[in-house]
């Protein structure tokens, strides 16, 4: 995932939390903002409950890895939060579970 993908201000991810309803699916609560830029922006939030550092640092890893893989339509910024549950869930329910969301949201490219 490019740098210029990434949603990583403070500022920016209290605006894009505070002024857009969220869409809750499984362990994941997604935020979505629209805007006119000719980019998308992902950001994501591993709270300190779900283990140490290195456990959160590694769960943003496969996040990013999962998300990197696809194709998105343009104008949006996306705040992904991780539920403490997803410790219970291996990579590849991790993934089917993202993807899911965000198909429902409606930002991924139809392969045509």
Do not use: T, W
């Not at 857009?20 to 409950?49: A, Q, R, T, W």
């Not at 996306?78 to 089917?96: A, P």
């Amino acid at each position: 995932m490019n740098k210029e993908h990434i949603v990583k201000e403070n500022i920016a991810f209290q605006r894009i939390i505070k002024n857009n309803k969220p869409f809750k699916y499984k362990n994941y609560i997604i935020y979505l903002e629209k805007n006119n830029e000719d980019n998308y922006k992902f950001g994501f939030s591993v709270g300190k409950k779900i283990g140490h550092a290195h456990i959160r640092n590694k769960i943003k890893r496969q996040l990013r890895n999962i998300v990197s893989k696809k194709d998105y339509q343009k104008g949006f910024n996306c705040i992904i939060i991780v539920g403490s549950n997803i410790l219970n869930s291996n990579f590849k329910e991790m993934q089917d579970d993202l993807i899911f969301a965000l198909n429902k949201l409606n930002i991924i490219k139809e392969n045509i």
